[in-house]
């Protein structure tokens, strides 16, 4: 901030200017997998980054009916790929039990038990919820005589001063006249006690001085023991007939006094009278009592329900073979009628097991839509569904984050001319998010104990490629004329013909080179469009798009200025600068392979107005050598040579 050396001594002062960073380009190389597993969560983004990490998580091979997306895993981390986030999807489901609350009637739900593992086992485990009690006590009461001086101003002198403490709320009576104070300070050794504000009655010796009843707000009081008592703890309150429940702000223990969240609301006040009965002071807690069929009875005891209190049961409830946590959304009913009922033994229900064959183009979409709140994902791939539905919600998705691609696969023992050709023509991304390839391709066995080769969709290993690629050449180079890891062959070995037809339909083929091994060989996207033909000009305008939109985070709010004008084209030509030596911007110079404008023209009076900034930024991307053409001239007869 600008120096001003207002109230400030003469001297030397250091001003320390912080200015915006360079832009860092964004990851590019981590992909998305969606599809059938042996367990895990459903429908959650998992992070992997190795095949170890992803069986130990998700199981090994499903061979029946035969699922691909274990070995799309396997494939793109085989062909230099590092980072992985898998959905699982599943018709499974974990047995659960919503615990409801003492709110009358059905109740609302204030937690739920879930087991562990999925399946219709679950439905044999049964809850119990039973009332449990940390703390038993009651409200102190203590009692003087007024000697001596008795009361008057500010202070009272009694026979014995050792039952009360600083912060105990009396009641002073005497000659027909009471009143409550406050005590601030006691003198054990005089007896003399000090109260916080001054009497509006003069006490004679004789009168008494006692802890005062609890009444309507009252916050804080004392108990004879808060063992057991501490922020969060739900606590009972009752004498006679006269009951409520407050929950605890705070306990000051040394001196046994409790701090309410809110104050006392009883239609009567709490006597406090030696005479009279005791306040009872209980803590309300819970217990839960899982019992599994073939693992006996686990019981977690002392549980409470306010996130503060150290038995908070989202954090210590733990079992074997369920988890218990919060209502989602959260229970809205107030305290202490939130806590669960009483009930049991009660069963979980709606356990079920997985059937792959029943999986729906549905849960496929709503995985999907799972990945939306992971932005690191850029490409996306769904090897076990190369259905039109699945396949377009696939390109939409990538259509609507703007920051990754959609790797498609082909339907197996699709011919080169009418099956193939059908899928292609019903997939389109007029802005290049997608690219289908094809064919299928064989590789070893992976499964243990199970020799020869499968046949599987290529997607997985496409995408590590991409990652190879991106790594070690950068996301400007076309994903084509690059091998593959792990490669035996392929379904279909096509003809150049062949080949250069589905090219032109912007389908990417799969070949085996002799003496190069298995390449992909192509590298369009599905646009119709020369604008977006090609997969690395795609991929490289969603790399510069992103890191710049990450990068210039700072001009939000900013003073829209021609400082920040400056300031921000600045940023963005340093970054594409250094795009541009990467090779992945054409020109022999930056300014002739990008441009930045931000002037008035742009932004006139009425756009600044609306708060808005608009920068323009122009583009050269490098695209693939796909056809290189030698031309060769033959001139006829020979040199000639004169003298």
């Not at 200017?17 to 969560?41: D, E, K």
């Not at 030509?573 to 002739?592: C, E, I, N």
Request: charged content about 20%.
């Amino acid at each position: 901030m600008a120096f001003t050396a207002i109230n400030k001594v003469p001297g030397v002062y250091i001003d320390e200017i912080q200015i915006p960073g360079p832009i860092a380009g964004v990851g590019t190389s981590t992909v998305a997998i969606i599809g059938p597993a042996r367990q895990g969560p459903s429908n959650v983004p998992t992070l992997v980054t190795n095949p170890t990490q992803f069986t130990a998580r998700f199981g090994g091979y499903i061979t029946a009916p035969m699922v691909y997306a274990s070995h799309a895993v396997q494939g793109f981390f085989g062909n230099g790929g590092t980072s992985c986030y898998f959905v699982r999807v599943s018709t499974a489901a974990n047995a659960a039990l919503n615990l409801q609350d003492r709110s009358g009637g059905a109740g609302r739900t204030t937690a739920v038990v879930t087991a562990k593992q999925e399946g219709v086992a679950g439905n044999a485990i049964t809850v119990d919820v039973q009332n449990h009690q940390i703390a038993d006590t009651t409200g102190l009461k203590a009692e003087a005589t007024l000697a001596g001086a008795g009361a008057t101003n500010g202070t009272a002198e009694v026979n014995d001063a050792s039952d009360f403490r600083a912060g105990d709320i009396v009641f002073i009576e005497g000659g027909g006249n009471d009143e409550r104070a406050t005590i601030k300070s006691i003198n054990n050794t005089t007896n003399v006690i000090t109260l916080v504000s001054n009497l509006t009655n003069t006490y004679a010796a004789g009168g008494s001085l006692r802890v005062a009843d609890l009444i309507t707000g009252q916050l804080t009081f004392r108990v004879a023991d808060s063992s057991g008592i501490e922020s969060g703890s739900y606590l009972s309150i009752t004498q006679g007939g006269n009951t409520e429940n407050r929950v605890v702000k705070s306990v000051e223990g040394s001196n046994h006094f409790i701090t309410l969240d809110q104050g006392l609301v009883a239609a009567a006040d709490y006597s406090m009278d030696a005479a009279d009965a005791d306040v009872v002071v209980q803590s309300l807690e819970f217990s839960l009592l899982v019992n599994h069929p073939s693992a006996g009875t686990e019981t977690v005891v002392e549980l409470a329900m306010d996130p503060r209190h150290s038995r908070y049961f989202g954090s210590v409830a733990s079992f074997t073979h369920v988890d218990v946590t919060p209502a989602d959304p959260p229970n809205v009913t107030p305290p202490t009628n939130n806590l669960p009922a009483v009930v049991g033994p009660l069963p979980l229900a709606n356990g079920a097991d997985d059937d792959i064959s029943a999986i729906t183009s549905t849960l496929y979409t709503n995985a999907i839509d799972a990945l939306e709140r992971i932005d690191e994902v850029n490409i996306l791939c769904i090897p076990d569904r190369t259905d039109q539905t699945v396949q377009a919600a696939m390109i939409a998705h990538c259509e609507k984050m703007q920051d990754r691609f959609a790797v498609l696969d082909p339907q197996r023992n699709a011919n080169p001319s009418n099956g193939i050709r059908t899928q292609r023509n019903v997939l389109t991304s007029d802005r290049g998010y997608g690219a289908l390839y094809y064919p299928w391709i064989r590789i070893s066995n992976p499964d243990p104990g199970v020799e020869g080769s499968v046949l599987v969709p290529p997607s997985g290993h496409i995408a590590g490629v991409f990652a190879r690629t991106d790594n070690d050449k950068g996301v400007h180079k076309a994903p084509a004329n690059e091998s593959f890891t792990g490669v035996l062959g392929l379904e279909r070995t096509l003809t150049d013909t062949e080949a250069g037809q589905l090219n032109e339909l912007s389908i990417n083929v799969l070949r085996f080179l002799r003496g190069r091994g298995h390449r992909i060989w192509g590298a369009r996207t599905l646009a119709t469009g020369t604008q977006w033909r090609y997969v690395n000009v795609r991929r490289l305008l969603l790399f510069i798009e992103e890191s710049i939109q990450e990068g210039t985070e700072f001009a939000v709010f900013e003073p829209n200025n021609l400082a920040l004008w400056e300031t921000v084209k600045r940023q963005v030509s340093d970054f594409l600068t250094r795009v541009w030596r990467d090779g992945a911007l054409f020109g022999a110079t930056p300014d002739a392979a990008f441009r930045v404008r931000v002037d008035d023209e742009l932004n006139p009076p009425s756009l600044r107005a609306l708060g808005q900034l608009h920068i323009e930024v122009v583009l050269y991307p490098t695209t693939p050598a796909e056809f290189i053409v030698f031309r060769i001239i033959q001139q006829p007869g020979g040199p000639t040579i004169e003298e």
